[in-house]
C-alpha cells in the first residue's frame, strides 16, 4: 500500500476544466480564500506531474516502499512543519501524558 501525499501539481486541477458550484454568501470568509488560491495557481503550480508519476512507479518498484510518500517541495515543507508541531506539542505535554499510566 502506498498513500501519496502530492502537493500543487500543473495538473489543470483548479483550471478551466474544473466544475465549481456557485459561491455560496454564507461561507466567503471561510472558503472563499481557497477557492480564490486555487483560482490563481492554475498553471503556476510547481510540481511537474511527470516526474510525480515516475516518482511513484519507482517507490512501488522498491522491495521495501513507505508507507507515504510526499511529492513536491510545499508537500515536504507542509508535512515537516506538521510532524515538528506534533513533536513539539508532544514535548511540551509529556510529563502531563506520560502522568496517566498506572
Do not use: C, N
Not at 455560496?24 to 472558503?31: E, G, K, Q, T, V
Not at 512507479?57 to 515538528?84: F, I, K, N, S, T
Request: cysteine-free; glycine content about 8%; aromatic content about 4%.
Amino acid at each position: 500500500m502506498l498513500i501519496v501525499e502530492p502537493g500543487a501539481f500543473r495538473t489543470e486541477f483548479g483550471g478551466h476544466r474544473m466544475h465549481r458550484s456557485e459561491p455560496i454568501d454564507a461561507y466567503r470568509l471561510s472558503a472563499g480564500a481557497t477557492r480564490a488560491f486555487v483560482d490563481g495557481m492554475d498553471g503556476t503550480q510547481p510540481g511537474d506531474p511527470a516526474k510525480a508519476a515516475r516518482a511513484i512507479l519507482q517507490v512501488l518498484d522498491d522491495a521495501e516502499p513507505p508507507l507515504r510518500l510526499a511529492l513536491g517541495d510545499d508537500a515536504v515543507d507542509a508535512l515537516r512543519a506538521h510532524h515538528e508541531m506534533l513533536r513539539a506539542d508532544l514535548d511540551r505535554w509529556e510529563k502531563l501524558s506520560r502522568a496517566t499510566s498506572l
